[in-house]
């Protein structure tokens, strides 16, 4: 179940080239495009970094990375021209890309290492990740700042890293793989995506008058606990967590009958909200807070247009005592987290983005909470760049109070979901224990 750790020791030298600017390759409209009432939350206003390792491919040799990408970059832009912008703020702090053409910060480097380097098992958190996506001075702010940055690190072995940091308020995560996947396919020889890449924002605009008819616990204010502070913030133990199809099938012994049609991203989240529940060992009356990215492309009437790249998923969260979830079956976490699942409908996603402008665009609540998001379908494993499948493509890194769901291949072959953990070392000590006992059960 539990990966082994990356180096944490690693030591290499970077050597990097200036950031330079990748404008598109041909002319693009300047104009501005206003983001959707989802996009320009509070929630989303910083960068999100990515990273994918390739291997060594022979019949590439003589062929740089680098440039292979700088230059599929540029013909990418022509379609996805607003990422080669930069973003303002309006009247109620409205967001919206100026299309300049100014284009995406680019950074190539060199690194005295290999691919062995990073271990066995390469996953986050990875040593020296500030060397493979170096933070260019003055590039991270949301406002008027490139809206991507791209470092390509060729490797001793032959291999390269390639890392990605965007910002979250153009793309979510299927949006900005789509974005990634045409960088791909444009390496390898394409002259357009093969989908298409409207804007369309207007589609998940709030009403005229807004019109908030659901409820959103996900941005109550919720007060301080009195009950003591349940995530300690030094001392984190970082734990990746492999679950393949014996760990996933003993987790669904413990489902009860009634729920049998759970998926295995509900049966996992349930598992895993309950463990780090009772690991954190909170007052019983503590409120603990669930919150899980649910995709939304497909819940409209008509649908998102094909290609649709903005954010569209919705945040409900689910809410249960400690002491409810510590002394309750695995059928008492799953259920309350699949009611609050299907609360995302297209009314929902409505009245989030009228929610957004009534309230000055809100940061959801993370106060005793752990939001769980599963990329495992955003389409990470297809990013092809002509190196072939990438040996890690995902996440950068993960937070104290968040998890990624990743697909991974264990070092037996084995597929299954890998899941980045953070606790105090303590609480990770008693998760183990805890988790291990209900897989033996």
Known sequence: MALASSPTSLVFKVERREPELIIPAEPTPHEFKYLSDIDDQEGLRFHIPLVSFYPNKPSMQGKDPAKVIREAVAKTLVFYYPFAGRLREGPNRKLMVECTGEGILFIEADADATLQHFGDSIHPPFPCLDELLFDVP???????????????????????????????????????????????????????????????????????????????????????????????????????????????????????????????????????????????????????????????????????????????????????????????????????MKKTKAEVTEEYMRSLASLMVTRGRPRFTIAGTYAVSDVRYAGSEALDIGWGKAIYAGPAKHGVESSFYIPYANNKGEKGILVLLCLPRPAMEIFERKLAKMLKD
Request: aromatic share 8%; proline share 10%; glycine share 8%.
């Open 138 to 336: 003055g590039s991270s702010e949301c406002l008027d700042c490139p809206l991507v940055l791209i470092q390509v690190t060729r490797l001793r072995c032959g291999g390269f890293i390639f890392a990605f940091r965007y910002n979250h308020t153009m793309s979510d995560a299927s949006g900005v793989l789509q974005f990634i996947c045409a960088i791909g396919e444009m390496a390898r020889g394409a002259h357009a995506p093969s989908i298409p890449a409207p804007w369309e924002r207007h589609i998940l605009c709030a009403s005229i008058p807004p019109r908030v008819t659901c409820r959103h616990r996900e941005y109550e204010e919720v007060p301080a606990s009195t009950k003591g502070t349940i995530m300690p913030i030094d001392h984190i133990a970082h734990k990746p967590l492999f679950f393949g199809p014996e760990e996933i099938s003993a987790l669904r012994r413990l489902v009860p009958p009634h729920l049998s049609g759970c998926s295995t991203f509900e049966v996992l989240t349930a598992c895993l909200w309950k463990c780090r529940t009772i690991a954190l060992q909170p007052h019983p009356e503590e409120e603990m807070r669930l919150i899980c990215a649910v995709n939304a492309r497909k819940i409209f009437n008509p649908p998102l247009p094909l290609g649709y790249y903005g954010n569209s998923f919705g945040l409900p969260v689910a809410v249960a005592t400690a002491g409810d979830l510590a002394k309750n079956p695995l059928g008492f976490a799953l259920e309350l």
